[in-house]
């Protein structure tokens, strides 16, 4: 008993070690401090015997760093390469684990389709009785609505919501999210990190194919992985989902998205346009100042007992 407590230990001593600890900075750090930043597909194994998938390469301060994810879970973390022993992989060697299923399920879903564009495409509905709650972090000039995550908050220690951030608003919300990532390293929230892309591009008035991520001369390889990068060199874990902006989309966005082994996520509750959530429902406000009349009915629902409960993990929403 002793000899396998030591074991645990020693084990739990040496994934401490590997993990990636992000030196605290004042104000936001600039996204090239995370460099060499590439996709990828790689089996990797540790000396503990676990099984992860790297989903991208990087280096930061010297050091070169997996993104990796798990399979089964979807949760994601970063560690030290060194500590991995990797293997290119392919599509169709993952393609039994719930991690591709998802990702060419998700990527399989065109919501409506119009005749130029994609609207509500992905991942729309959670498999669990509780409904999935997110919020969507697009460029805004006000400040965090944090009415909402008063709120979340109470609905319990650890409430989980998913919050798809775009590189703009957290370049320019650095207060707000930290405060964040206080409430998450203290418990109160449980934030799963959505890539929203990077610009997040809207021009009112143009027709949704000519806006969002549609607009023209967009690098949507860029806008997927420069959020990325600002994310984690500033503390920030990001997940294996993504969200349109506007929800709009098309077929070669789709593609870009899947390339980076993504999983789209769409909603069936937004709550603004007057969408009613029920069980397994995925609900979309945006607390970013934009949208006071999405925040006011989560507020009403939560007291009302309308959304469904328990909240759940968006990792959850996949079959």
């Given at each position: 008993?002793?000899?396998?407590t030591?074991?645990?230990?020693?084990g739990?001593?040496?994934?401490?070690?590997?993990?990636?600890?992000?030196?605290?900075?004042e104000g936001?750090?600039a996204a090239?401090s995370v460099?060499?930043?590439?996709?990828?597909?790689?089996?990797?194994?540790n000396?503990?015997?676990?099984?992860?998938?790297?989903?991208?390469?990087?280096?930061i301060?010297?050091?070169?760093?997996?993104?990796?994810?798990d399979?089964?879970?979807?949760?994601?973390?970063?560690e030290?390469?060194?500590?991995?022993?990797?293997?290119?992989?392919?599509?169709?060697?993952?393609?039994?684990?719930?991690?591709?299923?998802?990702?060419?399920?998700?990527?399989?879903?065109?919501?409506?389709?119009?005749?130029?564009?994609?609207?509500?495409?992905?991942?729309?509905?959670?498999?669990?009785?509780?409904?999935?709650?997110?919020?969507d972090?697009?460029?805004?000039?006000?400040?965090l609505?944090r009415?909402?995550?008063?709120?979340?908050?109470?609905t319990?220690?650890g409430?989980?919501v998913?919050?798809?951030?775009?590189?703009l608003?957290?370049l320019?919300?650095?207060?707000?999210?930290?405060?964040?990532?206080?409430?998450?390293?203290?418990?109160?929230?449980?934030?799963?990190?959505?890539?929203?892309?990077?610009?997040?591009?809207?021009?009112?008035?143009?027709?949704?194919?000519q806006?969002?991520?549609?607009?023209?001369?967009?690098?949507?390889?860029?806008?997927?992985?420069?959020?990325?990068?600002?994310?984690?060199?500033?503390?920030?874990?990001?997940?294996?989902?993504?969200r349109?902006?506007g929800?709009v989309?098309n077929?070669?966005?789709?593609?870009?998205?899947?390339?980076h082994?993504?999983?789209?996520?769409?909603?069936?509750?937004?709550?603004?346009?007057?969408?009613r959530?029920?069980?397994?429902?995925?609900?979309?406000v945006?607390?970013?100042?934009?949208?006071?009349?999405?925040i006011?009915?989560?507020?009403?629902y939560?007291?009302?007992?309308t959304?469904?409960?328990?909240?759940?993990p968006?990792?959850?929403a996949?079959?």
């Amino acid at each position: 008993m002793a000899l396998a407590t030591l074991s645990l230990a020693s084990g739990a001593l040496a994934e401490e070690a590997c993990l990636y600890r992000p030196v605290p900075h004042e104000g936001l750090a600039a996204a090239d401090s995370v460099a060499d930043y590439l996709s990828t597909l790689q089996t990797c194994r540790n000396s503990d015997g676990r099984n992860l998938v790297a989903i991208r390469t990087m280096t930061i301060d010297k050091t070169p760093l997996l993104l990796l994810a798990d399979s089964d879970k979807l949760t994601t973390r970063i560690e030290r390469a060194a500590c991995w022993t990797c293997q290119a992989a392919s599509e169709e060697s993952l393609a039994g684990t719930r991690y591709l299923r998802t990702v060419v399920k998700a990527g399989e879903m065109p919501g409506i389709a119009h005749r130029t564009f994609l609207q509500n495409a992905g991942l729309t509905h959670g498999a669990a009785q509780g409904a999935f709650v997110t919020g969507d972090l697009c460029p805004s000039r006000k400040p965090l609505d944090r009415r909402f995550f008063e709120k979340l908050m109470t609905t319990g220690q650890g409430a989980p919501v998913a919050l798809s951030v775009s590189g703009l608003w957290l370049l320019h919300h650095a207060a707000d999210f930290h405060w964040l990532m206080e409430k998450q390293a203290d418990g109160a929230l449980d934030i799963i990190w959505t890539n929203h892309s990077y610009h997040h591009p809207y021009a009112k008035g143009r027709p949704d194919d000519q806006t969002f991520m549609m607009t023209k001369g967009l690098d949507a390889d860029y806008e997927i992985l420069q959020t990325e990068r600002l994310l984690i060199a500033n503390g920030g874990i990001p997940s294996v989902f993504f969200r349109f902006p506007g929800l709009v989309s098309n077929s070669p966005l789709m593609d870009a998205v899947r390339r980076h082994h993504l999983i789209v996520l769409g909603t069936d509750a937004w709550l603004a346009e007057g969408q009613r959530p029920g069980e397994g429902s995925i609900v979309l406000v945006h607390p970013n100042g934009n949208e006071e009349g999405g925040i006011d009915r989560f507020a009403r629902y939560v007291d009302q007992g309308t959304i469904a409960r328990p909240f759940e993990p968006v990792l959850a929403a996949p079959p």
